[in-house]
């Protein structure tokens, strides 16, 4: 098992007790290790929280480097997907409608 420390820009400013590191006099925040789990047959190394101790440092890591990531695929159009039109019922007493032709449920 192997780690990487989280990628962050305000994880080694949180005050929690395990990132507190040193002696007396001289201790420090220090940003958190995550385990990289390789040998195990779940792990995906793309996925996010491989990278990030936390949501709050994921969010931290977003927001200062929003522009930078925008402009790995920027857009310029809308993206569209094509779907088939869905059938419109009126449902009525004994009666449905569909597209403007009556039939009577039976």
């Known amino acids: ?13 949180s005050r929690t007790q395990d990132r507190v590191r040193g ?14 789990n390789t040998e195990s047959s779940w792990y995906h190394r793309d996925q996010i929280y491989n990278y990030f101790c936390s949501q ?22 809308p993206q569209e997907t094509p779907i088939n039109d869905p059938v419109k019922c009126d449902y009525g007493y004994n009666r449905i409608t569909e ?8």
């Open 99 to 106: 597209r403007g032709v009556d039939t009577i449920a039976e």
């Open 23 to 36: 002696s007396k006099g001289s201790k420090v925040l220090r940003t958190r290790k995550i385990k990289q």
């Open 56 to 77: 709050t440092c994921l969010h931290n890591f977003i927001s200062t480097h929003i522009q930078r990531i925008v402009a790995l695929d920027p857009r310029a159009e």
């Open 1 to 13: 098992m192997s780690f990487i420390w989280c990628h962050g820009t305000e994880c080694h400013k």
